[in-house]
């Protein structure tokens, strides 16, 4: 080798040797410099840190199945907020992240297991995190509440395993009742579970996935520290508040139990009217002297109105509507005062027509002079229901299309009422029959023609045109149900299709 090449090969040897002391020195440089990046960002604490890793390799996660997958986070995802929260029993804070995505509200809870890794839980579409204080186990706490087909399910914070913890189901369904000064009052079952309060700012994270990492550290160690110094083992709620929610609470409670009563009530109602010992059925009572039939016919309403149909002292049989009323009422009939629980039927000037006491839990009497016994229920009894699809409109009333049964009789005279049928067809035209031999055909249509005294203050009715020419007008005294006024004052309910 001659001398100028040995020249050359030991110049490349020299530079060769410069280059990796040069390269080692650079990455001793370089690990230093993270090492040193990494402590400016050390959290004070270790959940800290493990939460700041976490977030920081999602931020760099390029694989978006692995982003779904491992962290429960999405490329679209939008108004991501992160904030930590006291876990009953635990010793680090669960993670939980609000967010939106394709404008659907969301929400995970990331937890450190006993591996000391980030484990996540995802909860289904619509879910909100609420603070809440639970009326059954008297606390306060962090739920996830997601929504049911129903209502909602409030899943509350564990701090462990991956599967959604045990939840509290609430329904959207609300009752309501009127009391007995017919105000109107409203409880949701959500109410009866859980209430709201007022709590202490709460810090979080604005979380991006395009964050920088010194972006996300600086919001780390602040929410970090405003957590340790403000929510770590302490109550969001002040003291005033609690007394606040106690005195709702007892609201709710008091609330509650009048509903329980009036729905208690009501339901008891539907059996019946109770009258003394008896719980008197809902219906029609048919009059009888000693064994034989007089004619005479009450009908009672569950909605505190009754008919009697009867040969009235003017002359002739007809049907009056009353309200009744139970008390007690004297039935000494001019002996001596003799109170007992009964029931008035009273007219519409507020005077009392008649008195009845009741015997067993199917018959009225009037002190013996005469009784009446139950004969079966009636259409308007059992409170037939209006059918959007197939009715129509007067005023704020709703009659179906169909049949309508009620009395037909010869005013003036002392025979017993027959019955009588209208059918409303929906072209409207109608048809009427009765099993007297009357009959009538034509065209109908809803009026509104002022107050009927004593029967209707709106004044809603129908007018039937019959074929022939003649007119006759009913008012209509409920839904499906109307009362023809000529003289007679005959009622007539939907009797179906």
Excluded: H
């Excluded at 108004?79 to 006291?86: H, L, R």
């Amino acid at each position: 080798m001659s001398k100028k090449k040995k020249i050359i090969l030991s110049v490349i040897i020299i530079l060769l040797i410069v280059a990796i002391i040069a390269g080692a020195v650079v990455a001793v440089l370089l690990m230093n410099k993270n090492k040193e990046d990494d402590e400016k960002v050390s959290m004070s604490s270790k959940w800290g840190n493990t939460y700041y890793a976490y977030l920081k390799d999602a931020t760099n996660e390029d694989d978006s199945y692995v982003l779904e997958s491992k962290y429960g986070m999405y490329t679209g995802m939008q108004e991501a907020k992160i904030q930590f929260c006291n876990v009953e029993n635990e010793e680090n804070p669960e993670m939980v992240m609000t967010y939106t995505n394709n404008g659907v509200k969301r929400v995970n809870s990331y937890y450190i297991n006993n591996d000391g890794e980030v484990a996540l839980k995802k909860y289904g579409d619509g879910a909100e995190l609420r603070y809440v204080y639970n009326i059954e186990d008297n606390s306060y706490k962090w739920y996830v509440r997601a929504k049911t087909e129903n209502g909602w399910m409030y899943y509350p914070l564990d701090g462990s395993s991956e599967a959604l913890p045990g939840g509290v189901e609430v329904s959207d369904e609300e009752t309501t009742v009127k009391d007995e000064d017919g105000t109107e009052l409203t409880i949701a079952e959500s109410e009866t579970k859980f209430v709201e309060p007022e709590i202490q700012p709460v810090k979080t994270i604005d979380f991006s996935l395009n964050m920088k990492d010194e972006d996300l550290a600086k919001q780390m160690k602040e929410t970090e520290k405003y957590f340790q110094d403000n929510q770590e083992n302490k109550e969001l709620v002040s003291e005033e508040e609690k007394e606040n929610i106690s005195k709702k609470v007892e609201e709710i409670k008091t609330k509650k139990e009048k509903i329980d009563k009036i729905k208690k009530a009501e339901e008891e109602a539907k059996k019946g009217i109770k009258i003394g010992k008896y719980t008197v059925k809902y219906g029609k009572y048919e009059g009888y002297a000693d064994v034989d039939k007089t004619g005479e016919v009450i009908v009672l309403n569950q909605d505190g109105t009754c008919q009697i149909t009867a040969n009235w002292a003017e002359g002739g049989y007809s049907t009056k509507t009353f309200t009744y009323k139970v008390g007690k009422y004297d039935f000494s009939q001019g002996g001596p005062v003799s109170m007992e629980d009964g029931i008035a039927f009273i007219n519409p000037d507020g005077t009392i027509a008649m008195t009845l006491v009741a015997t067993d839990e199917k018959t009225l009497s009037s002190n013996d002079i005469m009784v009446y016994k139950f004969a079966g229920e009636t259409e308007k009894t059992t409170n037939a229901a209006v059918d959007p699809s197939n009715s129509f409109k007067v005023g704020k009333y709703s009659l179906n299309y169909g049949k309508y049964k009620g009395s037909d009789y010869s005013e003036g005279t002392d025979r017993a009422p027959y019955e009588g049928t209208f059918v409303l067809n929906s072209d409207g035209t109608y048809t009427f029959s009765s099993t007297s031999g009357k009959s009538a055909t034509g065209k109908y249509a809803g009026i509104e023609m002022g107050p009927v005294p004593g029967y209707s203050d709106d004044g809603c009715g129908i007018r039937f045109s019959q074929n022939g020419g003649e007119t006759t007008t009913v008012v209509i005294t409920k839904n499906n149900s109307f009362m023809y006024l000529g003289g007679a004052a005959a009622e007539y309910t939907y009797a179906g299709n």
